[in-house]
C-alpha cells in the first residue's frame, strides 16, 4: 500500500463487519452507520458475492474511518459517506470489489483509497467527490491480473475534487485509468507545497495507461501536471474554462496551457454520474 499514515489493530468475524478500539464491534448485514468518534474500521470478510450490495456505511463524525475490500465483489452499488469523518482509508485486494461504488471523502481531511495486489477491476465505474477543502490520493495499480482482467483497475471512474485542495492519482504497472473517465481538479485550492507543483497531480511513470478526460479550469501546468514519462495517455484530452479541450500532451501556445495565477473565482459545481 502506497500510503501507511492510518493504522489499525482490529479482530474482525462474521459476515461483514466493523469494529472500534473501545471493543464495540458491529456485525453489518446491510446499511451500518458508525457512532465511534475514535476509529471506525469496515472489513468485507465473508464469502463472495453474497456481501451487501447497494447499501450505505457511515462514518462516525470526527473519527478515522476504513474500509478493506478484501473479499471478491463486495459492496457493489454501495455507498460509502465519510464526509464528517476526520479521515478515510480505502484498501481494495478483492476482485471486482467496490464496483460502480459512491464514495464521499471527508471534508478538510485526507483520503486513502488504494487497489493493491489482488484487486482486478477495483473501483469500475466507481464515482469520488472530494469534500471541502480535503486531500485525496487514489493509487490504481494492481499488478497480478494479466490476461483479460490486466489494466482493467479504476474502468470508467469519476472523481469529482473540484471543491478539493489536492487531488493525486498514480496509476503504476500493469494498471490502467481508461474507459472514459472523468477527473475534475480542484479549482481555485489554496494548495501550496514544494512537493508538487499544482494541485492535481496525475502520475503514470511506472508505465499506467490513462485515456479519458481531465478537467481542470486553469489547464496546465497551473491546476494539472501529468507525469507521463514511461506511461501511455493516447485518447486522453485537457478540458479547460469549462468549454475548451485538447489533446494531451498540451503544448506552451495551446489555450490550456498557463502558468499565470487565476483571475475570478469559477463556481466548482460538482458534476454527477449514475452508475451503469
Not at 79 to 104: H, P
Not at 222 to 234: H, N
Request: hydrophobic content about 25%; aromatic content about 10%; glycine content about 12%.
Amino acid at each position: 500500500m502506497l500510503y501507511q499514515s492510518l493504522k489499525y489493530s482490529t479482530v474482525i468475524a462474521g459476515l461483514f463487519m466493523l469494529s472500534r478500539y473501545d471493543g464495540a464491534t458491529y456485525s453489518v448485514t446491510g446499511s451500518q452507520t458508525c457512532t465511534s468518534s475514535t476509529t471506525c474500521i469496515f472489513n468485507c470478510d465473508a464469502s463472495g458475492k453474497s456481501q451487501p450490495n447497494g447499501e450505505t456505511v457511515t462514518c462516525a463524525t470526527g473519527s478515522a474511518c476504513s474500509f478493506n475490500c478484501n473479499v471478491d465483489g463486495c459492496f457493489k452499488q454501495g455507498t460509502i459517506d465519510a464526509s464528517n469523518a476526520a479521515s478515510l482509508e480505502i484498501t481494495v485486494s478483492g476482485k471486482e470489489c467496490l464496483k460502480e461504488v459512491t464514495i464521499y471523502t471527508p471534508n478538510g481531511g485526507p483520503a486513502m483509497i488504494n487497489i493493491v495486489n489482488g484487486g482486478e477491476k477495483g473501483l469500475s465505474s466507481a464515482v469520488i467527490y472530494g469534500g471541502t477543502g480535503g486531500q485525496i490520493y487514489i493509487d490504481c495499480t494492481e499488478t497480478l491480473g494479466g490476461g483479460k482482467e490486466q489494466y482493467q483497475e479504476c474502468q470508467t471512474l469519476q472523481v469529482n475534487a473540484q471543491n478539493s485542495q489536492f487531488l493525486h492519482i498514480n496509476v503504476g504497472y500493469d494498471s490502467e485509468m481508461a474507459d472514459a473517465f472523468e477527473v475534475y481538479c480542484p479549482r481555485n485550492s489554496d494548495y501550496s507545497s514544494d512537493t508538487y507543483p499544482a494541485p492535481c497531480i496525475i502520475d503514470i511513470r511506472q508505465g499506467g495507461i490513462i485515456s479519458g478526460v481531465i478537467d481542470a479550469y486553469y489547464g496546465t501546468p497551473r491546476d494539472v501536471v501529468v507525469y507521463s514519462s514511461g506511461g501511455s495517455y493516447s485518447g486522453t484530452t485537457l478540458r479547460c474554462y469549462g468549454t475548451s479541450t485538447v489533446s494531451w500532451p498540451v503544448g506552451s501556445g495551446s489555450v490550456c496551457y498557463n502558468t499565470k495565477p487565476p483571475t475570478g473565482s469559477p463556481t466548482a459545481t460538482p458534476t454527477t454520474k449514475s452508475p451503469t
